[in-house]
């Protein structure tokens, strides 16, 4: 049977998921206290602390914009060299402390944008990538839908976006689409809970980047928190598609090339590569190494490896 029709018929998955849900001891969220749980043990361990660590960073250096604007004329009364410059430091000062709010608040703005610029999807429009994100939502007991867009010109193949009215979006990369986008329905579906993770761990949410927004202007700042959300959402989408590894696989050889892929080649690959030469080559990238993304999620047993082996290996030749 075609992989495409395989995939149309499989979805709503949930013996793969059910066996998810025993191994990380996660009942199904039908409610608020189980999308808790939920979060709690999905989410990476390395994510609250690096959190916690750019906020304590990101109010210090709002403390000290503070004081010196405040109370900064006496020290500079010390220094005549720069007290020469004492408005152009203030200005400069207060420009610093405006500049990295107003960032956050124009990245929610990017909504309208989207929605000026991108193909909705529902129920009439791509009916099978809209039927999974329900099917998603229903899962983790979720009652309001994201919007959910196919769009050009992103530099993720998927991202999510909210406002401060609770509206929020989910927004495919077109890259991935053709017009047998069928076959691509377990990739689909694990970048939409990708999104999907995003949005329910909160990482979208403004006042949250809002309190770190010092540190998220620096890329030296934001690439380990960023690294430690990837790694949340990676686990997410993986408990919402246990059968999704060809989302990660579309990332790393693109869509044309998926097909041609030696998947076992691959993952042996991925499951051999030395951890922390991977990491330090990729220590300024804002995100994990994808080798390792692979690697650690069938190590955490949210992928089957012997499962997708049988899946995406090429069939034995007759000869």
Known sequence: MPRGVRDARRFPAMTAHASTLHRLHIRPARNTGCRVELRRKLRHPLENPTYVACLVVSMTILAVAIW????????????????????????????????????????HAHLRI?????????????????????DQCRRIGREDIPELYISTGLDEVTTAHSIFT??????????????????????????????????????????RQLLISYVLFTSWGKAPLRKACTRSCDR?????????????????????????????????????????????????????PLVLRV?????????????????????????
């Open 236 to 288: 997410y989408a993986a408990y919402l598609e246990p059968e999704g590894v060809r989302g990660l696989l579309i990332q790393a050889c693109g869509r044309e090339l998926l097909s041609s892929l030696d998947f076992k080649a691959y993952v042996e690959h991925a499951l051999h590569v030395p951890v922390m030469r991977a990491r330090i080559a990729n220590m300024k990238k804002q995100q994990p």
């Open 68 to 107: 010196l604007v405040v109370f900064g004329a006496g020290w500079l009364a010390f220094h005549p060299m720069i007290a020469k410059h004492t408005d152009k430091i203030r200005a400069a000062l207060i420009a610093l402390m405006a500049a990295p709010p107003a960032l956050v608040l124009s990245r």
């Open 166 to 207: 609770g509206r929020c979006c989910i927004v495919l990369s077109s890259e991935l689409a053709t017009r047998e986008y069928q076959e691509l329905l377990d990739a689909f579906a694990y970048l939409i809970g990708w999104s999907l993770g995003r949005l329910e761990l909160g990482h979208c949410n403004w006042t």
């Open 114 to 134: 989207v929605e000026s610029n991108a193909i909705r999807i529902t129920d009439r429009q791509f009916p099978e990538l809209y039927a999974i994100l329900v």
């Open 295 to 319: 690697s650690e999620l069938y190590q955490a047993k949210l992928f089957d490896l012997d499962r997708d082996l049988k899946r995406l290996s090429p069939p034995p030749d007759d000869d």
